[in-house]
């Protein structure tokens, strides 16, 4: 990266849990990573984390500790085997589900650390449309929401990208189908939800990124807390997130806001300066 470039800032999120979103999260890493990019994941689940455990590690630090007992976030950061990053989240502190308007620009200057250390930043959300979740998702540059063939995994990442075009001006998510039985099912359900947000929601820009079939492996590399992309390389989820990355690498990052508060906003807004 440039000394002057932007970070990539993009969001893995979803309306419903269980479909997988930190466990894409953490191997997307893994192959963005391999594929030399300098990687940092946010768990931005911050009452609940979840992406230490995914990966067996247990931090001592978390983004707790940066609200309350003002550490810094070079503390904070946490090296994997896996040549990434995580900024972990605390679980089961209750105080952290919804974050105050001073501790969100809090964050935002303090992720101003990691701006020329970074080539990507993961924003792991939680599910649903709660505060913090829209606010992770309009802060970042772009938003993977991932969804499976369940009807309500369908309806509730309709919910989530309604909520964001209507009440914030979002207007382009990329799409992750996992979970799926074929490229078939997963081209089915993104068609689906296409129609829904051209028929409702005029404007919205939706990409498909790829799928990730079921595996059996998946399931035996959760339970090793160890992910399935570095347990098994060669298996067909491993092959179809490593495709994903690849996709993801070509994103351009763009220098124009959309009006909402970014991640590196004092950066962006550097760029938007410089371009005009």
């Known amino acids: 990266m440039t000394q002057n470039a932007l970070p990539l800032v993009f969001s893995v999120t ?11 999260s953490v191997n997307l890493a893994v192959e963005l990573a391999r594929a030399g990019k300098r990687v940092v994941i946010l768990d931005a689940d911050l009452g609940l984390a ?41 679980s089961g502190v209750s105080d952290m589900v919804n974050l105050t308007a001073g501790q969100k620009l809090d964050l935002l200057e303090a992720m101003d650390y990691l701006e020329n250390g970074v080539d990507h930043l993961i924003v792991d959300t939680g599910a649903g449309i709660n505060d913090n979740v829209l606010y992770f998702n ?51 359900i993104f068609i689906k939800l296409y129609k829904a947000c051209d028929h409702f929601l005029s404007g919205v820009s939706l990409d498909l990124v790829g799928f990730v079939p079921m595996d ?5 590399a959760v339970i090793a807390q160890t992910p399935f992309t570095h347990l098994t ?42 371009v005009a």
């Open 138 to 188: 309009i802060a970042a540059q772009e938003r993977l929401v991932v969804l499976t063939p369940e009807p309500t995994s369908l309806t509730d990442a309709y919910a989530l990208i309604k909520v964001l075009k209507l009440n914030h001006g979002v207007d382009r998510f990329r799409i992750l189908v996992n979970m799926t039985r074929d490229e078939k099912t997963a081209r089915e």
């Open 233 to 274: 390389p060669d298996c067909p989820a491993s092959v179809a997130v490593r495709q994903a990355a690849e996709r993801i690498n070509t994103w351009k990052v763009t220098a124009k806001a959309d009006g909402n508060i970014k991640f590196f906003w004092k950066k962006l807004l550097f760029q938007e300066q410089s």
């Open 50 to 90: 979840n992406v230490d455990v995914i990966l067996g590690l247990a931090p001592k630090l978390n983004i707790f500790h940066l609200f309350n007992e003002g550490m810094t976030l070079e503390k904070i950061l946490f090296d994997t085997p896996y040549g990434f990053r995580i900024l972990p989240a605390a």
């Open 14 to 24: 979803s309306g419903k849990g269980g479909v997988g979103k930190t466990n894409l």
């Open 216 to 220: 059996p492996l998946v399931r035996k």
